[in-house]
């Protein structure tokens, strides 16, 4: 049996414990050093300097380092010293990510309660909280955090907030009797109380059944733990490019000097050119302006709401396919709010928007001096309330108390009734608080004139029962069959949008009366009507989802609440098809993996369900070959949140568990921030593929001309210092440049790339060969052209030389789209510009200054060698977006793959 199931005696028996008596410190101790003490456990931290040496396994650092190596042996320091500055900057980083995702346990142990009321030697008595043991009997009363699970043995008006736990908004009632259902969720074991949670009214005492790891709050805790952090699709991608680069590097350099040798050059002239060649083939700055790219894409999220923990999931979050979402807080308000009020056969709705008028009737502005049953039923439902909203003197208000109770405060007050103004009135004689088994809450107020009266809402159908009398137009009635029909009609009715539902009734009483029993109070009411209200949905969310169904991203629903609210709430939100599934957390718990992954393409909506749940439910999404963003704000949202390929958490009413696990923070909470997180996501990836496209053809035109020159037999095209120099202005500041590009126009116009892309695909393989092989045969042409025509080696050098920038320059240009130059505006991006300029002033530099003449061995240019270097440059960035411009452009693939 379930705790939840268990009668006081059976608990006392599972337990060895007393309800009356409690444990005795000797049995207490016994069992502290049997189990452990109550706290979340330590999973065996990794030791800083262990994090910090991991991050230097990666096989782009170790590549990294032999650029090092090799920069050091050509006598090239500043290239060294900077590699190595790159290398220690990227350990950094991940170390302080690393360190920062360990912190998510730590942030779980702070909700537990530091102390403890525990009956122990027949007294009570208050003892550190770790020390409590299965057994113990604990009084909790409200502003108490709970301690440990327990079995609840007594209530008086309790009320419990598990949101962190169980994601729902509203105050969960306890009783303590048992419960027959075989398995209920969390939200629904309404005589159970779970550590970590919070008691915000009444008081019980309750047995302790779990401590420690065994606890709810325990089980989260091991699910963290245990939940693997995923590579991001970038870092799979950089690593297969590293292990790509470092054999092609060293499979043509080795050739280039085998060959060079072979045709007469001297072996010591062709291993500096050979090693040279290689540090210009290993793009040793990619991963700085990777990084750099992320950190100015954080920049730009940061402005729009979105805070990244870690840097690569930025770049995650452009193949985001399926985005899981909590519902309270994320898609809705996280505030209880009366939509719609009942009474006497009429229905009013309650506007959400400031500025429209309060309360509307059949679409129009309802009167209130019209209408004297909504005010009754408005400020009755003020003055039989323990909340209040209290105001501050910057006129902030402050909310205390339960949300049901602040919603009815809030809807009252738009009608002019505040509580503080109705108790000028009339004065509270006596109170009956909320109880489970009553399930309703009564008052006994008297007017100026010594009148009394019995004010009570509750449950509809419960209060209906003890109703004789009803409000009826606009007079008091006899309730007959008819009436009964009509408010049962609406309570379905209401009930079917989802809307929770308190009902208001009152009972003048006789100024005789000495009657102070509830059950007889509350007996002999006349009904005045109902409030129906709902977390509703934030009013941005709907236009966020369709946008991101454009941009074939699914949004799915995982949350505690019920599955009516739950599909009610999706249904608002478009968020379910005609077709789409609901799923329950009973039923989920039935299925096996292979199961859920079979159906899970076809569920939009996962209701009452457990924190095991929402990971099983993002690991089938993963199988299933998507790319996971899953939001939340509770503790209970942690596991599946750090498991997801990217995490996110609510900035504002998001718990520091949630926040500790995630990769992004929305510091606004609202749903639409990750509409433009993606947007943003995209446009990076889209950037950092630019950026590679440029730099590998750039590498492979500098690799080809030195190749082919020697199987030409032909002089050296470049000396090993040209091709350094090459390397460095080409690479840096243009590289960058296209790392803060404009997203092109169709960016949210298609669906996510496929997660298993490449960094070769849709034809950028075929672009940097091309490219680059024409930027090695016009530098080569170049060449051959002066030196056959001069005989002037050092020139023709020289032009090779310049033929070899300016052509890597113009093409920098034709990287900013997947189609062609003529695309877009190549003045667009005016860091680009600002860079090709300053590699070009750098160029001219070490050709027109005397000083650098010896160094690099330049010679200046004549205007005819001029001419030719720019025409042979323009040629490979023409030859291909010329022909697109003309109608024969290469067959490219979309940018992105819609999910079907």
């Known amino acids: 049996m379930h705790w939840y199931q268990m009668e006081n005696k059976k608990i006392e028996e599972a337990t060895h414990s007393d309800i009356e008596n409690g444990l005795t410190s000797a049995e207490s101790r016994e069992r502290l050093r049997q189990n452990g003490p109550n706290e979340i456990a330590d999973s065996g931290k990794r030791s800083p300097i262990m994090i910090l040496l991991t991050q230097f396994k990666d096989f782009m650092v170790i590549v990294l380092l032999a650029a090092t190596v090799l920069s050091g042996l050509l006598g090239e320091y500043l290239d060294a010293i900077a590699i190595i500055l790159i290398v220690m900057l990227n350990g950094i980083l991940g170390f302080i990510q690393e360190r920062k995702a360990e912190k998510s346990l730590d942030a779980l142990r702070e909700l537990s309660a530091p102390m403890a009321t525990v009956l122990r030697d027949k007294e009570w008595q208050t003892i550190p909280a770790k020390e409590l043991v299965v057994g113990d009997m604990i009084k909790i009363s409200s502003g108490d955090r709970v301690s440990a699970d327990i079995r609840l043995i007594e209530t008086h008006g309790l009320l419990i907030e598990e949101s962190a736990l169980t994601g729902e908004s509203i105050s969960v009632q306890k009783g303590q009797a048992p419960l027959e259902e075989e398995e209920l969720s969390l939200g629904d074991q309404v005589n159970m109380g779970f550590m970590g949670t919070m008691v915000t009214q009444g008081n019980g005492t309750g047995i302790v059944v779990n401590t420690g790891m065994k606890t709810e709050m325990g089980k989260i805790a091991s699910l963290i733990q245990n939940a693997e952090t995923l590579q991001t699709p970038l870092q799979i991608r950089l690593e297969q490019l590293g292990k790509i680069l470092i054999m092609l590097a060293v499979v043509l350099t080795v050739l280039v000097v085998g060959i060079g040798v072979l045709h007469g050059h001297g072996l010591t002239e062709m291993v500096l050119s050979g090693v040279s060649l290689a540090v210009a083939a290993i793009p040793e700055g990619l991963p700085a302006i990777v990084t750099i790219a992320l950190a100015l894409g954080v920049q730009k999220m940061i402005k729009r709401n979105a805070i990244v923990r870690k840097l690569p999931s930025v770049e995650t979050l452009g193949c985001a396919t399926v985005i899981c979402t909590d519902k309270t807080g994320t898609l809705t308000q996280n505030k209880m709010t009366v939509t719609h009020l009942w009474a006497e056969g009429q229905t009013w709705e309650l506007a959400q928007k400031p500025n429209d008028p309060p309360f509307l009737k059949e679409g129009h502005p309802a009167k209130l001096e019209n209408e004297s049953s909504l005010r009754q039923l408005l400020s009755y439902a003020v003055l039989c309330n323990d909340s209040e909203l209290v105001e501050g003197e910057d006129n902030a208000v402050t909310e205390k108390g339960d949300p049901t109770e602040i919603a009815l ?28 088994t009553r399930k309703m809450m009564s008052v006994i107020i008297a007017n100026k004139k010594g009148e009394k009266f019995v004010l009570t809402k509750g449950a509809p159908d419960v209060l209906l029962d003890r109703c004789d ?17 009509h408010v049962k009609e609406a309570i379905l009715s209401l009930g079917n949008q989802a809307l929770r539902t308190i009902a208001v009734a009152f009972k003048p009483l ?31 969310v709907k236009a966020s989802i369709a946008n991101c169904q454009r941009a074939g991203v699914k949004t799915v629903m ?12 999706a249904r608002q939100l478009n968020l379910l098809p005609q077709d789409g599934q609901v799923m329950d ?35 089938a999404l993963q199988k299933k070959g998507h790319i996971v963003a899953m939001t939340g704000d509770g503790v209970n949202d942690a596991p599946a949140i750090k498991a997801a390929n990217i995490g996110i958490a609510m900035g504002n009413t998001g718990t520091d568990v949630a926040k500790e696990a995630s990769s992004l923070i929305l510091s606004d909470d609202n749903f639409a921030t990750i509409e433009a997180a993606i947007e943003e996501g995209r446009n990076i990836y889209e950037n950092i593929r630019k950026f590679i496209r440029y730099l590998l053809a750039s590498n492979v035109g500098e690799i080809l001309v030195m190749f082919f020159a020697m199987i030409l037999s032909l002089p050296l095209p470049l000396l090993p210092i040209q091709i350094l120099w090459v390397n460095l202005v080409t690479d840096g500041l243009p590289a960058m440049a296209l790392g803060v590009d404009a997203a092109e126009d169709n960016v949210m116009r298609q669906g996510p790339r496929k997660p298993n892309e490449g960094v070769f695909a849709r034809g950028m393989g075929w672009k940097i060969i091309s490219r680059g092989f024409l930027i090695g045969i016009v530098t080569l042409i170049g060449f051959w052209t002066i030196l056959h025509g001069t005989n002037d080696l050092t020139k023709a050098q020289n032009v090779a030389f310049m033929t070899l920038v300016m052509s890597q320059l113009i093409q920098v240009f034709d990287c900013r789209s997947e189609r062609s130059i003529f695309d877009r505006n190549p003045f667009g991006n005016r860091y680009l510009v600002l860079a090709v300029l300053s590699s070009i002033v750098l160029m001219l530099g070490v050709m027109y200054i005397p000083f650098f003449e010896p160094i690099f061995h330049t010679v200046p240019l ?5 001419l030719l270097i720019v025409g042979l440059s323009a040629i490979p960035t023409l030859a291909f977006s010329g022909a697109g411009l003309f109608g024969q452009k290469e067959k490219e693939k979309s940018p992105y793959t819609r999910q079907a």
Not at 411 to 426: H, P
Not at 518 to 539: H, Y
Not at 862 to 866: E, I, N, Q
């Open 862 to 866: 004549s205007l005819h060698d001029w």
């Open 510 to 540: 006789r100024s005789d009366n000495t009657n102070t029993e509830a059950e007889q109070l509350e007996r002999g009411l006349t009904f005045v009507g109902v409030q129906g209200m709902i977390d509703p949905p934030r009013p941005e």
């Open 558 to 569: 995982i949350t505690g609440d019920h599955v009516v609210t739950a599909s009610a709430i």
């Open 409 to 436: 405060l809030i809807s009252g007050q738009k009608a002019g009734f505040s509580k503080q103004g109705l108790l000028s009135n009339y004065k509270i004689i006596k109170s009956f608080p909320f109880d489970s």
């Open 585 to 619: 957390g009973a039923t989920l718990s039935k299925m096996t993996e292979e199961e859920l992954i079979d159906q899970v393409d076809d569920i939009y909506v996962y209701a009452r369900v457990a924190p095991e749940h929402k990971l099983k439910i993002v690991k």
């Open 469 to 485: 009398h009803i409000l009826w137009n606009k007079q008091k009635q006899l309730i007959k069959k008819r009436h009964e029909e």
